[in-house]
């Protein structure tokens, strides 16, 4: 197989973002604070029918979110609101942020893309991915011309 259909875009862009972090680590002992980090947080696990993507997601609505699958990328993409406490009040800290918000989730096996379900409870949302039957392989008569 050619390299060129062996290139991640996604593989490649949290490869550099690592390096970036160890970088940084390396000069001043933290990571950058300019990046909070991959958000949302997900789990993503597999028993032998599904697979299944698990995002930490508190304070997002269903409706305010957007699940789309493509080969094997899940795109989850959304936007978190926070209401305001008001133009009167002072931060100490605020490390929850509002916005929007796109990760993308790189499965580990082929899924089936008209089996999937996605549900949400207590902020967490579960993405269950079945997986395909094989297929079973079948012989292909050549034809002379």
Do not use: C
Request: hydrophobic content about 35%; overall charge neutral.
């Amino acid at each position: 197989m050619s390299p060129l259909f062996d290139f991640d875009p996604f593989r490649e862009m949290e490869q550099l973002q690592r390096r970036m972090d160890r970088l940084f680590q390396t000069l001043w002992g933290e990571p950058p604070l300019w990046r909070a980090g991959v958000y949302p947080l997900v789990n993503i696990s597999e028993t032998k029918d599904h697979v299944f993507v698990r995002a930490e997601l508190p304070g997002v609505k269903p409706e305010n979110l957007e699940i789309t699958l493509k080969n094997q990328n899940l795109v989850i993409r959304g936007e978190r609101q926070i209401t305001s406490e008001g133009e009167e009040v002072n931060y100490h800290r605020r490390e929850r942020e509002s916005g929007y918000f796109r990760r993308v989730v790189r499965l580990p096996v082929p899924v089936d893309s008209n089996q999937v379900e996605a549900t949400m409870k207590d902020g967490i949302l579960t993405v269950t991915l079945a997986k395909p039957e094989e297929v079973k392989p079948r012989q292909i008569q050549v034809k002379s011309a």
